[in-house]
């Protein structure tokens, strides 16, 4: 399929992605809802800026690295379900276009004392931290 015929597409799910470099065939489409699952990559190094992306959504991935994701410029929303491998969740704090930050079932961390008060000094007003669930929930809004 080639993807110059695909340039008035707005969402895009991604099944079993092996490389984040994929998705720089995407870069320059219009896509606006992004959602990759059961990803086999660790990081977002060498993701390129998908200009038009809103929201991004990560479903089962082996991702332990978010620090590559401050390359949106454009994503306002992001949502993790159940992404076992990720150590740090900071990164997302420092993506400034991000308004709303949603992880839920993910193997974080998150019982770093300083973890709300991170995201209140990068400008998130509304904080919900619920380790004691059944799966972990946090949730962040700007």
Same mark, same amino acid.
Request: with cysteine.
């Given at each position: 399929?080639?993807? %110059?015929?695909?340039?008035?597409?707005?969402?895009?799910?991604?099944?079993?992605?092996?490389?984040?470099?994929?998705?720089?065939?995407?870069?320059?489409?219009? $896509? %606006?809802?992004? %959602?990759?699952?059961?990803?086999?990559?660790?990081? @977002?190094?060498?993701?390129?800026?998908? %200009?038009?992306?809103?929201?991004?959504?990560?479903?089962?991935?082996?991702?332990?690295?978010?620090?590559?994701?401050?390359?949106?410029?454009?994503?306002?929303? $992001?949502?993790?379900?159940?992404? &076992? &491998?990720? $150590?740090? $969740? &900071?990164?997302?704090?420092?993506?400034?276009?991000?308004?709303?930050?949603?992880?839920?079932?993910?193997?974080?961390?998150?019982?770093?004392?300083?973890?709300?008060?991170? @995201?209140?000094?990068?400008? @998130?007003? &509304?904080?919900?931290?619920?380790?004691?669930?059944?799966?972990?929930? @946090?949730?962040?809004?700007?």
């Amino acid at each position: 399929m080639e993807i %110059q015929k695909l340039s008035k597409l707005s969402d895009l799910i991604v099944e079993k992605p092996i490389t984040i470099s994929a998705l720089n065939n995407v870069s320059n489409l219009s $896509i %606006q809802y992004l %959602q990759l699952s059961k990803g086999k990559f660790e990081s @977002f190094d060498g993701l390129f800026n998908i %200009q038009s992306l809103l929201k991004l959504e990560l479903h089962f991935c082996n991702v332990c690295n978010l620090s590559g994701l401050k390359i949106l410029s454009s994503v306002s929303d $992001i949502e993790m379900w159940n992404c &076992k &491998k990720i $150590i740090d $969740i &900071k990164p997302l704090a420092d993506i400034k276009s991000v308004k709303r930050i949603y992880i839920m079932g993910c193997s974080v961390n998150m019982d770093d004392n300083n973890l709300c008060d991170y @995201f209140k000094s990068r400008g @998130f007003t &509304k904080i919900r931290y619920e380790p004691n669930r059944s799966d972990t929930l @946090f949730e962040a809004i700007r």
